[in-house]
């Protein structure tokens, strides 16, 4: 037992915490583009850590329930609707079999994530359910959903333990101008250090070039290499902000390809990334550079705090 699909969206797809150990093989870990929506999707639901979730990009579908169930919705708002009547995002919320869920356009952010407790019985593929559409890998047959679809659940869940309180503040994502934080390097030293000052005195915007694999920016001045804007490929982190030769950065995203033969000028901080996953084409894009230190003590510090919310709901 579990949904239907009547209507994918634009590009909805499966995905779980992320396929973890085989970059050495060129398999990129995939996951969520919002790992804080979609962690936040499954806190509401009770699930474990990294539980596979549909994620819907600009524009979420149509989905009939055969079973009961309990969701929940994060990220964009996507205005969903149960039979016709509006229901709240960030909330666990009991849905009865023969339900129909409408998700529209997004009107804050770009994706969305559906969480369902209990789980999505989809086959694991290198040990996740995340969809890999470039190598055909993972979620349905490695493709983004289609009209006929259907999704088993692992279990039938009607109610979780204090459900009622299941509920958190949904954010607001700008979209005209985000900041993100940037840890410099690894190569940092392929600029000058006045380009490399006046990659974070000038801004960017987001072109329509964006999409899981990196998104690609727009600045009014290119930024110039000291060399010919090309090193010997090394690897690719979440977030890292190539310079290719044209001097336009290119922040490299959640099916980014393992390695790169562009320097990377910084990387984007865990915790900043959700901003950049929920950002339009057309916002702008500033950075400011920060130390590893407190990139990391910002990560812990909420990492800390889901545990804490985990904890006071499964009590």
């Known amino acids: ?51 596979e979730e549909l994620e819907m990009t600009f524009q979420g579908g149509r989905y009939c329930f055969d079973t009961d169930a309990v ?6 708002d996507m205005k969903p609707q149960l039979n016709g009547e509006p229901i709240p995002m960030y909330q666990a919320v009991s849905v009865e079999a023969g339900s129909e869920l409408v998700l529209g356009f997004a009107a804050n952010g ?10 999505m019985d989809i086959p694991l593929v290198m040990e996740s359910r995340s969809t890999l559409t470039g190598k055909h890998l993972g979620g349905i047959d490695g493709r983004k959903l289609e009209k006929g679809d ?85 690897g690719i982190a979440f977030g890292s902000i190539q310079v290719p030769p044209n001097g336009q950065p290119i922040v490299m995203m959640a099916d980014r390809q393992t390695v790169g ?12 990334l959700p901003l950049l996953a929920q950002a339009k084409p057309g916002t702008q894009v500033r950075f400011i550079e920060v130390s590893i230190e407190l990139a990391q003590e910002l990560y812990l510090r909420e990492l800390s705090s889901r545990k804490e919310i985990e904890s006071q709901w499964n009590k």
């Open 150 to 234: 259907r999704i088993e659940f692992t279990a039938t869940v009607s109610e979780v333990a204090n459900q009622e309180s299941r509920v958190l503040a949904q954010p607001e994502y700008s979209e005209k101008e985000i900041t993100l934080r940037v840890v410099a390097g690894p190569q940092d030293d392929g600029f000058s250090r006045e380009e490399f000052r006046k990659f974070f005195w000038y801004g960017a915007v987001i072109t329509n070039e964006a999409d899981r694999q990196g998104i690609r920016l727009k600045r009014e001045i290119p930024v110039k290499h000291v060399g010919d804007g090309n090193i010997i490929s090394d």
């Open 1 to 51: 037992m579990g949904i239907q699909v009547i209507d994918p969206g634009i590009f909805t797809t499966v995905q779980d915490g992320g396929r973890t150990g085989y970059q050495q093989y060129g398999v990129t870990p995939s996951g969520p583009m919002d790992e804080r929506a979609f962690a936040q999707a499954n806190l509401l639901t009770g699930n474990p850590a990294g539980t």
């Open 261 to 272: 033969g562009y320097p990377k000028i910084g990387t984007v901080i865990t915790v900043d």
């Open 71 to 76: 969701i929940a919705i994060t990220g964009a």
């Open 110 to 119: 770009c994706r969305a994530y559906l969480s369902v407790a209990g789980g």
